[in-house]
């Protein structure tokens, strides 16, 4: 009986099946999609370190604001054992410090930052009685700084909104010295889970 040969290719080698190109694919597929989705991560990652970032600064920078009244200014005056202020409400008190005073003291504020044209601009919010106030910074590219307050918040293209609370505890960690804690949070709704911040000093 006969048997029916295929002839061999010249170089002796033969083409992939339909079975094997699927799997290719597959695996190829695969491969990309899981190099998409870290690439993905990568790019979150690197937005929140930089949200982040600028959480620390701004919370150092409150802790440096908080640091340069005087000990018996109502900024920073608290009885005796007692906390002034919380990290979980906004809140604000009538403050008496010996003959200063009563005054209205915040222990929160807004912060609005943006890097637009080469300038970035930083807006504070406070209120007074009242009636909230704005105060803009402005680091020019030619290393001028300007300065502007407005009773209405500037709009900023492209910005990051930050709250900010503080408290104020006396006689903590120890007898005689205040502990200040400012906790910051990223209000931005695009960031999940939100970015949030908390860094302490002590004084006296």
Request: net charge negative; glycine share 8%; charged share 15%.
């Amino acid at each position: 009986m006969a048997m029916l040969k295929y002839p061999k290719s010249k170089n002796g080698s033969r083409g992939f099946t339909l079975i094997e190109t699927l799997v290719a694919m597959f695996v190829l597929a695969v491969g990309l999609v899981s190099l998409a989705g870290l690439g993905a991560q990568m790019v979150t990652t690197t937005s929140n370190s930089h949200y982040a970032s600028v959480a620390a600064d701004l919370a150092s920078e409150k802790l440096e604001d908080l640091n340069r009244w005087p000990t018996f200014d109502p900024n920073v005056y608290v009885a005796s054992g007692s906390t002034a202020g919380s990290l979980t409400s906004d809140q604000s008190a009538n403050v008496t410090s010996g003959s200063i005073g009563p005054e209205l003291v915040n222990y929160y504020d807004d912060v609005t930052t943006a890097d637009t044209t080469g300038a970035i601009s930083e807006t504070v919010s406070l209120v007074a009685s009242g009636s909230p106030s704005y105060k803009t910074t402005t680091h020019n590219p030619d290393g001028t700084i300007t300065t502007s307050t407005g009773t209405s918040a500037p709009s900023l293209i492209g910005s990051l909104d930050f709250h900010r609370r503080w408290t104020i505890e006396m006689d903590q960690p120890v007898t005689g010295v205040r502990r200040v804690t400012v906790l910051i949070t990223l209000q931005n709704q695009m960031v999940h889970p939100p970015v949030t911040f908390q860094m302490s000093m002590v004084r006296p």
